[in-house]
């Protein structure tokens, strides 16, 4: 089975432009995750989405950053206009529901912002 | 609020011998955690977790985790290091009584392992 897929691996990127991150969780998942990692912060929630509504979205930075999920297959991380402490690695995951059950990560976007 | 201490952020150990990464968590109900390894520029991949049951989890990799609610940790073991365990190993819990919440996944900061040859 295919995992959770992200593009693109690797972005870099002037100050001031926008960015788009994509994901396609696992097919069949109802539970899509964005999350950011640094090296100050570690991996920290960004949006929760459930059955493609966004649930929680709490841990978005600010209002540079926007999510979507128009369809369970797919879903946007978009920040605009990026900044250089955006630089990070971004995951998406997904799972089944909550609770006890496991969330499975992409390989990550890494973005670089000059 | 929910949260997880890994107190170390590195451990080294010489291949063959028995390795322990820490974790201690805090949570208000009922704690599902789980352990994580991150391989260099990769994702996440899922190692093991404890919901409920035998305190000593078995999981990927020869890994192993024991549950132990009174001390309320959840330390990885292995009893035999490899050189390809040289890698992040993150623990997290959820609180499994939150209901609609049990989302939330909270991370401890990361434990970077090297087992040296």
């Known amino acids: 089975d295919a995992g959770v897929i992200q593009s693109p691996r690797h972005e870099v990127t002037e100050m001031g432009q926008e960015v788009t991150l994509r994901c396609k969780p696992i097919s069949g998942h109802n539970s899509l995750f964005w999350y950011r990692q640094t090296m100050m912060r570690g991996l920290e929630l960004l949006i929760y989405f459930n059955n493609n509504v966004p649930i929680d979205d709490s841990g978005m930075p600010e209002d540079r950053f926007s999510a979507k999920m128009p369809n369970a297959s797919f879903s946007t991380l978009k920040i605009q206009p990026s900044e250089p402490r955006d630089s990070a690695v971004y995951f998406c995951a997904s799972s089944l529901g909550g609770g006890g059950l496991s969330i499975y990560f992409g390989e990550g976007s890494w973005l670089t912002v000059v | 609020a929910q949260s997880v201490a890994q107190p170390e952020d590195q451990v080294n150990v010489a291949e063959g011998n028995p390795l322990t990464v820490k974790c201690t968590y805090s949570?208000?109900?009922?704690?599902?955690l789980f352990w994580y390894v991150q391989y260099p520029n990769r994702g996440l991949q899922f190692l093991l977790k404890?919901?409920?049951?035998?305190?000593l989890v078995k999981g990927s990799y020869g890994f192993e985790a024991e549950f132990n609610k009174s001390q309320t940790s959840f330390h990885l073991k292995k009893p035999s290091a490899l050189v390809s365990d040289s890698a992040l190993y993150f623990c997290?819990?959820?609180?499994?009584?939150?209901?609609?919440?049990?989302?939330?996944?909270?991370f401890g900061k990361g434990t970077k392992l090297s087992v040296i040859p």
């Open positions: 404890y919901i409920t049951g035998d305190n």
């Open positions: 997290a819990v959820r609180d499994g009584n939150s209901g609609a919440g049990s989302y939330q996944l909270t």
């Open positions: 949570v208000s109900g009922n704690p599902y």
